[in-house]
């Protein structure tokens, strides 16, 4: 399997799409004024405590206040708390994490009231995004990232992912970190540290401490609370941690800024592989050069089709996500319905995997499969699910079929689902019933570029319009795009553009900023 990462950065918001053969399994969409803020640590103060809830509410400087569970408070929380004090005690040095003294953990059952009390001062982290009307999830479990180890202060332990089988390779890392680590710090081992040299794990090491020193500087120099003490990295480089793999071939970004800070992340992690960054300078909008843009529009719909004219349908409520399997006008080539069924369910099996990467949906989902009798194809159906899911990166669990022939999966919810409305306003009439002359609507472009030309002096753009409008534009020897040029000279380009509705249309400067040449009508929807 061979994997890409597509990268398109726009003025609103970064898009990225993972490919796998050339199939899109996930999608991540960011506005440019917005923060992946899962993994930043702050230091905060306790606004509420919900005895009944054995909860608090914390005030992390989020629009909504942050919640934290008794249940998420670490074992060591009482240690990083004494910590805590130690440290904005005295502004001028940082009180060394060696010499720290633990104290006795935290009980699993007990009260939050036993251990918070309202405007206390505490260091929490961020587990879940804002979803709804929720404000952010927390856990007093302060931990630190990188590709091999995982750093968690005030704990000695050291842990191997389960993933590494080898009994001498286990033994080996567990070994090696415990002599590398510092007193006080525990770690995780990563599954992508299994061979990896002592150098290597040292050096993430030292990064990883590094980090928790800054943040505790940080916290110390700090004059009022909240603060953000350690910000995780941008949602591009995150997932390039978390997903980055040896069977990756490409990574394409259409902006400068970000190839160089994604192509410098590469270089650490992995240096023989720095070559696969590319710095994409097409005029053809990135996502239909990679085929991406085809694949959301047809994949992150209401309905979902799938093999031999059968598809999916896709609820989204607020506790739970429901998914319809149909056969739709599938021809029935198979000897029973049963056989037909099965046949049906598996392939949904298949599609059902994909969209869940693909939306990231989480909590619960309910799946109707069409029915089936035979209790040997029910097995063979939950099995095939089982094993579509391992690559699921994403906690989850699956049921077996009920007697209803539904199946039920939960998967951890970190961010909301990705729901986009794929169907397009119709550009012609916005609405009203009543449409312009399409024979004129090269017309009101070349009035547009008029417009823009001789009366706003911008001479040098990009127009974007559908690709079939755009193959109209240059047809022939001495199409209406070299007339164009040779009227108002040769600064601007006609680039189709698969996002855009049949007669729909978008000027851009060379920026990559629009131009809003939007008649009063047009914007009325």
């Not at 800070?261 to 050069?289: C, H, M, T, W």
């Not at 209401?302 to 599938?330: F, Q």
């Not at 095939?384 to 899911?389: D, K, P, R, S």
């Amino acid at each position: 399997m061979t994997s890409e990462l597509i990268i398109d950065v726009q003025p609103q918001e970064v898009t990225i799409a993972l490919l796998e053969d050339q199939k899109l399994v996930e999608f991540q969409k960011e506005g440019q004024d917005s923060k992946y803020s899962v993994g930043n640590i702050y230091a905060g103060k306790v606004k509420k405590i919900m005895p009944a809830l054995n909860a608090c509410f914390i005030e992390i400087g989020h629009e909504r206040e942050a919640f934290l569970h008794y249940q998420d408070l670490s074992p060591q929380f009482p240690s990083l708390k004494k910590y805590v004090k130690q440290v904005i005690s005295d502004r001028r040095k940082l009180f060394p994490m060696s010499k720290a003294a633990g104290i006795t953990e935290l009980p699993k059952e007990g009260s939050i009231q036993d251990v918070l009390e309202k405007d206390q001062e505490v260091i929490v982290q961020i587990t879940k995004e804002p979803i709804n009307t929720k404000g952010p999830r927390l856990t007093g479990e302060i931990s630190f990232a990188g590709r091999y180890l995982v750093l968690i202060p005030f704990t000695d332990k050291v842990s191997v992912s389960s993933k590494i089988k080898s009994k001498e390779e286990r033994a080996r890392l567990k070994q090696l970190i415990q002599s590398l680590k510092p007193r006080n710090f525990g770690v995780i081992v990563r599954t992508v540290a299994e061979g990896k040299r002592a150098a290597e794990l040292n050096g993430e090491l030292s990064v990883l401490v590094d980090s928790w020193n800054r943040c505790l500087e940080k916290i110390q120099k700090a004059n009022t609370w909240p603060v953000l003490a350690h910000e995780e990295t941008g949602r591009t480089v995150s997932m390039l941690r978390d997903l980055f793999n040896p069977s990756y071939e490409s990574i394409y970004v259409n902006n400068e800024d970000v190839y160089r800070e994604v192509r410098k992340y590469v270089s650490l992690i992995a240096p023989e592989r720095e070559s696969i960054v590319k710095l994409y300078n097409g005029n053809v909008p990135i996502f239909d050069q990679y085929n991406v843009t085809k694949q959301i529009k047809s994949g992150l719909g209401r309905t979902v089709s799938y093999k031999h004219g059968a598809y999916l349908i896709i609820e989204h409520t607020e506790a739970l996500h429901v998914v319809d399997v149909n056969s739709g006008n599938r021809s029935r080539g198979l000897d029973s319905q049963e056989d037909n069924a099965f046949e049906v369910n598996m392939g949904a099996a298949e599609e059902l995997a994909r969209q869940l990467r693909l939306r990231d949906m989480g909590g619960i989902i309910v799946v109707d499969f069409i029915d089936m009798d035979s209790a040997e194809h029910r097995q063979k159906l939950y099995e095939h699910m089982t094993e579509l899911m391992k690559p699921d990166r994403a906690k989850h669990c699956i049921l077996p079929l009920s007697k209803f022939g539904l199946m039920q999966i939960t998967r951890q919810r970190v961010r909301p689902a990705m729901d986009m409305h794929v169907e397009e306003t119709c550009p012609t009439c916005f609405g009203k019933g009543t449409i312009k002359p399409s024979i004129l609507f090269t017309d009101t472009l070349e009035s547009k570029i008029d417009y823009l030309v001789r009366n706003l002096g911008i001479k040098k753009f990009k127009l974007y319009v559908h690709p079939y409008v755009a193959a109209y534009i240059n047809q022939g020897l001495v199409s209406l795009n070299l007339k164009w040029q040779m009227k108002y000279g040769f600064g601007f380009r006609i680039i189709p553009s698969q996002a855009l509705g049949f007669l729909q249309y978008s000027f851009k400067d060379n920026k990559g900023n629009e131009i809003n040449m939007l008649e009063e009508i047009e914007t009325i929807q």
